[in-house]
């Protein structure tokens, strides 16, 4: 079956413009998680949705925002972009989610460039 | 404060050989620990997952062991390949919303022919 995909595999913005990152996860899988990675922080954790909900929230800026479709396909969205939100977000699908024993699936990322 | 600590940052080794990388953690309550396999500009690949009552699982090459007593793990790569370069990520869970999950900072594997 197909994995998570997530679109566009690169993008290169300007600083204070704003930018959406698309995640489809996998057919079934109804929570998509999303990550920001950067060399020096590592994995962090944004926010996770459920059935179209958000149900959880990570430690970032209200600059960071999300939603899910009832289709399950997630959109991210980052306005008044900053040279430090250049990083590669990943996004995680899973059937329900949590950190349980429930495998998750990561995407291939967004790698964001800020200039 | 939850932490995942990997040690070492950064390893090199020869093609064939053997490699043990760990992973310590202040995580509580534990749920259960996963390790990732990630290739340079992809998407983390999960290799296990260990909740409290497993001390061993493998994945062909892979193996992880977890000691939940003194709050440690390990990734043992057996015959080393060229494609087991990759950073291994440690991760461990508490339960719970995806916010659950704390990350370790990995460890950078470099195999040579």
């Known amino acids: 079956k197909a994995g998570v995909t997530q679109t566009p595999r690169y993008l290169i913005k300007t600083r204070g413009q704003q930018v959406t990152l698309s995640c489809s996860p996998i057919s079934g899988h109804r929570s998509v998680s999303w990550y920001q990675q950067t060399p020096g922080q590592g994995l962090q954790f944004l926010f996770e949705?459920?059935?179209?909900?958000?149900?959880n929230k990570g430690n970032f800026p209200g600059r960071f925002s999300g939603r899910q479709f009832s289709n399950s396909r997630s959109e991210m969205n980052v306005s008044t972009l900053e040279l430090g939100d250049s990083a590669l977000y990943l996004c995680?699908?899973?059937?329900?989610?949590?950190?349980?024993?429930?495998?998750?699936?990561f995407g291939q990322g967004t790698r964001l460039t800020v200039v | 404060k939850n932490q995942v600590e990997q040690s070492p940052q950064s390893l090199i080794i020869l093609e064939g050989k053997n490699c043990t990388l760990q992973c310590n953690y202040t995580v509580s309550p534990f749920s259960n620990l996963r390790w990732y396999k990630q290739d340079t500009g992809r998407g983390p690949v999960s290799l296990t997952i260990?909740?409290?009552?497993?001390n061993t699982k493998s994945n062909g090459r892979y193996t992880a062991t977890l000691d939940a007593d003194t709050k440690q793990s390990s990734l043992h790569i057996t015959a080393s390949q060229l494609s087991d370069s990759a950073s291994y990520i440690c991760?461990?869970?508490?339960?719970?919303?995806?916010?659950?999950?704390?990350f370790g900072k990995g460890t950078h594997l470099i195999i040579q022919p």
């Open positions: 995680a699908s899973s059937r329900t989610g949590g950190s349980g024993n429930t495998e998750a699936f």
């Open positions: 260990m909740t409290f009552s497993e």
């Open positions: 991760v461990v869970s508490v339960g719970g919303g995806a916010d659950g999950l704390t």
């Open positions: 949705y459920f059935s179209e909900t958000q149900r």
